[in-house]
Structure formats: structure tokens, C-alpha cells
């Protein structure tokens, strides 16, 4: 393994080189300049040092996002202790149970979470502090209260005359493979793991931004934090590398409807934007396609002579819906609609599609738009190798296997799935299937655990139907689940049309039904769908909006 440069040196390099630049941003709230961040980094040391945090301890944070988890992130990394993001939409017990597994000693709370939480299921805690103000919610030493008490008494005393640049410093011995944090996700099959990501895996990811995306987006450019912090995927794209470059993060501290995320986008102008294709197809479905599913657009588009200008100018109108500004959209975490990404490539909409887990902090595969390969999630990352366990990679699906720099330690405390997960050479077993073109492609079929059998030993792909199933009339949502021999398609459908065009239950159920048969007429017949189930409520979901299948099955 190739030796790293110290992460905690870029924070201090990006603080010290953007001191009077803004950083971070509460939508419609306030601004914290770099300055600022440093500020109350060094405060949250103080507290850290003089309550007996030792470095190594954990310090979990719960909360939705906003600069003050943001700031309280940096300053437990660069303090040396590990720090233990956690989902807030977790439920309570969940929330318990991944503070004590993790042996957390501190835990930052948003306003949300802190009325959720229950501190006597987390006996090992020495104390709960409130995310909008570092207040303490719960204390249960007395050097942690005097901490907290005479905090601005403390900074005083260490800065009598006023903080300045020089004071920024962030330097210890760090070692590549030295513990960073462990992120916890429940997946899509089941109880969650901490995966233990070291600085090495933060570094790769920051430097693997640098070197696709650092020569594109300046200084001083935006971007919206929509993806939860507490996900790789979000911490590692909407705020690490942000940070690192001197950029200026907007916090969506309030749930991100399409609406609000509409209006943000609006708002902000965005330079780039991170998403997964939840939000992407629902802006596309809701503000887009009703403007030119229509028989006067479908003529223009099908003549020759003009079509390219329609193009140019739908492709104008969709850059306008993400704020107009940016560069591309990257989407991941779970399968693009094809139907959508024909339609964003027909139009050359600068999109790119990469793939990635938590495992990898997250990222695995990733290509500009410019050389994108529709329908793939691109060719293995800088530092990384990416293969496909198969006969033939590019004809018969297999694993996709990962190595590099990105793969995790290991999970928390379970020696046993990290020797199940990563091999003795190193590769990390994604779990998921796929192929591998002659370019280095990739195209992902599945998730191997997902893999269904039919009834003369078909390997049948649930996802594969449901994006077709997804594209269809009044679908939202859908998962596929085998009942016996037979395949089931649960579909939770669009209330807000159906409210809309004045549908009944009844209605609903027999446009479903017709979706059933012209589904049916485009699959061979091992996977034919022999019912649809109609659903009251969203299917539940993972950290990164994939749908918890085994809760299905």
C-alpha cells in the first residue's frame, strides 16, 4: 500500500489558504466564514482536552445536516479521536445501539434526534451535547461540565490576543491505515456493520475528486449538501472535497422535498451536483416531461431538419430546473430508470453515473460526462482496481470485485464479515454482479443477494423488471418479490396524479393491471409478473434511498 499524505494537513491548508471566504451555509440561515469554522474547531478541542478525550475515543453525531455537524466532524477528526456519523432518521433504539456497539464517549445531537433519544439506553456515554449550540443536553462527569462551563474562559486564556491563521494546527503522526470513522448503514439485506474507514480511504476519495473534477470547479464555487453527511457518499462529495477546495457548501437543513430541492437549486446555482436518481427522475418526471410529452414536441423531435435545436433547447430548459450553473450531475447509490437516462442522453444532458459503498468511502467507478458510457457506472477510480469474477467479464455476469486505497479496515468488532468481505489478496466482494466491456466499463445487473431462481433454474435480476416496471403509468416505486414459483410486483403508485386526475382506487388498480400485461409482453416467460400488489405508503429505505428489500421478501 502506498504511503498517503496526513488528511488533517488539507484541512488545515484549505482553512489557512480560504480564512475569509464563506464555508458553510444554513439554507435560508446563517453563514460560517473559514475563519469562523477554525473558531469554533479549536473551542470544540478545548472541550475535547480538558473533558479527558483521549485520541482514539469515538465521538458520535446524529442530527440532520448543517454547519454545526459539519463543524463538529472536523474537529473530532482533527483532534485525532474517530468519528461515528449516524443516520437521524435511524429510530431511537438503532440509534442506542450503534453508539453503544461503537463505544462512543461523546455524541452531538440535532434538535430532532434529541428528543428522540433515550441517554439510559446508552449507559456508556459521558455526555450528549447539543448540535446548534454545543450546549450539554446530558453530562455524566464533572470535568466535562467544568469543561463546558468555562469554555470561552479556556479559549481566552489560550488566545488572549484574539485567534489568528497562525494558531490553525491540525498536525499529528498519522498513519494511512489509522482508524478515521466508522460508518454505520443497514444496507438493503439487513442489520448494519461499522465499517471501519481509515484516513488513507479519506485522502483517496478527496484526491480522486481533485483529479476529475479540481481543474473544473473553482474556489468560492456552490454546492448544495443534499445526501445525508452521515453517508460516505454524501460526506465524502458535498463536503470533504468541497471543503478541502475551498468551496462554499449549502446545508438543506430541513427535509429535501423535490420542491425545496427545486427551489434550492434556483437559489444557489449550484456548480455541480451530487444526487441519487430518486431526486433526479422526480425533478425530470415532475417539472420536464409534462412540457414535452405532447404531439406538437414529439413532431418537432421527429423531424430531422429541427430536432437538434428542440434538443438543444430542452437540454437548456433542464439545466435551468438544477439552477442553470452547473458542470454535470453525478448520480449514484442505487439504479438509474433507464427510460430517464435515455432521455437525459438523447437531449446531451452533461450527466454521469458512478458506483461506489460505503465500503470504499464510497467511491469504486466514476466517469465524466464527456466520455460517459450510457447505461454503465463508468471504469475503476484513481486508485483502484476494479475486476469482474466471471469467465467471461464481458458477456456473463459476475461479481464485481474492488482493491485499492478506498477498501475499508474491516467492520467494527466482527472479524468474521470482514474476512467474508475483503479476501486474503484484498479484494473487497461488492456483493453486487456485473460486466465489464473491453474499455474497462462497467455495467452493474444486480445485486447477487437479490438474485432470484426460477422455476427451471433461470437466474432472474428483480431489478432489471423494475425498471421497466418504474417507467411505466402512475409508478412510483416498485420492488419485485418471488412468492413460491411465482413473481409479485409491489408498486406504491402516484397519489398526487391519481388526486390529480381524480382516480379512484379502482382506477388505480385496473391501470395497474394494464401495466402488468404490457410488462408482461416485453419479458420472456420465467419472469412474468402474475399480480401487482397496490401499496398505501413509500417502500422504507437505506441511508442512501435504496429500498429495504428484505423487509419485502
Known amino acids: 500500500m502506498e504511503n498517503v499524505p496526513s488528511f488533517n494537513q488539507f484541512i488545515q491548508q484549505s ?50 445536516n448543517s454547519s454545526q455537524w459539519a463543524v463538529a466532524f472536523i474537529a473530532t477528526l482533527t483532534y485525532g479521536a474517530v468519528a461515528v456519523p449516524i443516520l437521524h432518521e435511524f429510530m431511537a433504539d438503532q440509534i442506542h445501539n450503534i453508539v453503544n456497539h461503537s463505544d462512543a464517549k461523546l455524541l452531538f445531537v440535532g434538535d430532532h434526534v434529541a428528543t428522540q433519544i433515550d441517554p439510559v439506553q446508552m449507559p456508556h456515554l459521558e455526555g450528549i451535547i447539543n448540535n ?65 474507514i481509515p484516513y488513507r480511504a479519506l485522502w483517496s476519495n478527496y484526491d480522486f475528486a481533485e483529479d476529475v473534477l479540481g481543474k473544473i470547479i ?168 476494479v475486476k469482474i469474477n466471471s469467465s467471461d467479464p464481458s458477456t456473463i455476469p459476475g461479481e464485481i470485485l474492488a482493491k485499492g486505497l478506498n477498501v475499508m479496515l474491516g467492520y467494527y468488532k466482527n472479524e468474521e464479515a470482514t474476512h467474508e468481505t475483503i479476501d486474503s489478496e484484498g479484494w473487497y466482494h461488492t456483493g453486487d454482479l456485473g460486466t465489464m466491456d473491453y474499455d474497462g466499463n462497467v455495467y452493474i445487473n444486480g445485486r447477487s443477494k437479490n438474485m432470484l431462481l426460477g422455476a427451471n433454474g433461470q437466474n432472474i435480476y428483480p431489478e432489471e423488471i423494475e425498471d421497466k416496471l418504474n417507467s411505466m403509468t402512475m409508478v412510483v416505486e416498485s420492488i419485485v418479490v418471488q412468492r413460491d414459483t411465482k413473481l409479485v410486483g409491489l408498486v406504491y403508485p402516484d397519489y398526487d396524479e391519481a388526486k390529480n386526475m381524480r382516480f379512484n382506487d379502482e382506477d388505480i388498480k385496473n391501470i395497474m393491471e394494464q401495466n402488468r400485461n404490457q410488462l408482461n409482453e416485453q419479458l420472456p416467460a420465467y419472469e412474468k409478473i402474475s399480480e401487482i400488489e397496490i401499496r398505501k405508503e413509500e417502500f422504507a429505505k437505506t441511508p442512501k434511498r435504496s429500498i429495504k428489500r428484505y423487509l419485502y421478501n
Not at 147 to 160: D, I, M, Q, S, T
Open 15 to 64: 482553512i489557512i489558504d480560504n480564512w475569509d471566504r464563506d464555508a458553510l451555509t444554513d439554507y435560508k440561515g446563517a453563514t460560517l466564514q473559514y475563519h469562523d469554522v477554525a473558531r469554533k474547531i479549536e473551542k470544540l478541542h478545548i472541550l475535547f482536552e480538558n473533558s479527558g478525550v483521549q485520541r482514539g475515543d469515538k465521538i458520535a453525531l446524529c442530527g440532520r
Open 132 to 196: 446548534p449550540d454545543y450546549s450539554l443536553m446530558v453530562s455524566r462527569t464533572d470535568k466535562l461540565t467544568y469543561a463546558r462551563e468555562h469554555l470561552n474562559e479556556l479559549y481566552g486564556k489560550k488566545f488572549p490576543k484574539y485567534f489568528r491563521k497562525e494558531h490553525v494546527n491540525y498536525y499529528h503522526e498519522e498513519n494511512g491505515d489509522e482508524l478515521a470513522l466508522i460508518n454505520y448503514t443497514s444496507g438493503t439485506t439487513g442489520f448494519s456493520k461499522g465499517v471501519m
Open 218 to 385: 473553482k474556489t468560492g464555487d456552490r454546492v448544495i449538501s443534499i445526501l445525508p453527511m452521515a453517508h460516505m457518499y454524501g460526506m465524502a462529495f458535498e463536503f470533504i472535497f468541497e471543503f478541502l477546495h475551498g468551496c462554499h457548501v449549502y446545508y438543506l437543513n430541513r427535509v429535501p422535498s423535490p420542491a425545496i430541492i427545486a427551489q434550492a437549486f434556483a437559489d444557489i446555482k449550484p456548480k455541480i451536483i451530487i444526487a441519487v436518481p430518486l431526486v433526479i427522475e422526480k425533478i425530470i418526471r415532475k417539472k420536464v416531461f409534462p412540457k414535452i410529452q405532447n404531439n406538437r414536441m414529439r413532431l418537432l423531435l421527429a423531424m430531422p431538419v429541427i430536432s437538434k435545436k428542440v434538443k438543444q433547447r430542452i437540454c437548456h430548459e433542464v439545466i435551468k430546473a438544477f439552477g442553470g450553473e452547473l458542470y454535470e450531475v453525478i448520480i449514484g447509490g442505487a439504479a438509474f430508470n433507464q427510460e430517464v437516462e435515455s432521455f437525459l442522453k438523447k437531449i446531451e444532458f452533461p450527466y454521469t453515473v458512478g458506483y461506489g459503498a460505503t465500503e470504499c468511502a464510497p467511491i469504486i467507478c466514476y466517469r465524466d460526462w464527456h466520455t460517459f458510457a450510457q447505461g454503465s457506472c463508468g471504469q475503476a477510480a484513481l486508485h483502484m482496481e
